[in-house]
């Protein structure tokens, strides 16, 4: 069992995870980096005053507010929240990785702000400063923060519910609507033929989406 598991030596071989292994590696080989994305029609797009709507560009304005910030509460959330309950030796490498994937999407929602030449003060006060912003970012935190205590421990019905909770919340909630709602609407303007580098450069997400919530649960 992996949960709550304890050992001193932090011992790859012989494998005793593959599927953990397998899914570092997974997650290696789709590495990826924001500069590698082209955003010249962006920000030819961006700049052209007949080139969106005020509404399209409160979109993108409003998406990226809330990404850039939201992002780091899902990587706190995989340090702080996943890493001390289901703590084995031979899977921690799932962990960095994963973490180092989030910070790849909160360097993207950076890369695009910086290129289009946005008011970073702006963005980045989004989380503060507009309810419906606040209030999401808000809305997470409290979950992060109800598993971050270096002492919590499942196994008690309590803790396992809270544990749950926090699962659904990231990954059904947080991840599943309040952040794919905003890249649809990213998307939807690509498919219109609007911003197309940007939508490739805010919605790419590696697997860790979808592996991460079997991460914390999988016992072998």
Not at 88 to 99: N, Y
Not at 129 to 154: C, H, M, N
Request: charged share 25%.
């Amino acid at each position: 069992m992996m949960i709550n598991a304890r050992a001193d030596l932090n011992q790859l071989v012989p494998f005793k995870y593959d599927w953990a292994w397998q899914k570092y590696l997974d997650g290696c080989a789709n590495h990826w980096m924001p500069q590698e994305v082209n955003m010249t029609a962006d920000i030819a797009l961006w700049k052209d005053p007949n080139g969106l709507s005020e509404d399209e560009r409160r979109i993108v304005m409003r998406s990226l507010g809330f990404f850039s910030t939201a992002d780091s509460l899902v990587g706190q959330q995989l340090g702080a929240g996943r890493v001390p309950p289901d703590h084995q030796p031979r899977v921690p490498p799932v962990h960095p990785a994963s973490g180092l994937r989030g910070s790849i999407h909160t360097h993207a929602y950076q890369y695009c702000i910086e290129s289009l030449g946005m008011d970073e003060g702006e963005i980045f006060n989004m989380y503060k400063e507009v309810p419906s912003v606040a209030k999401k970012a808000a809305w997470g935190l409290k979950y992060t923060r109800s598993i971050s205590d270096p002492q919590f421990q499942t196994g008690t019905v309590e803790n396992d519910r809270q544990f749950l909770k926090n699962l659904i919340a990231y990954y059904c909630v947080l991840e599943g609507m309040f952040f794919y709602c905003g890249f649809t609407q990213i998307l939807s303007m690509g498919r219109r033929n609007q911003d197309d580098r940007h939508r490739r450069a805010v919605p790419v997400h590696p697997p860790r989406r979808v592996d991460a919530p079997e991460l914390r649960y999988r016992r072998d």
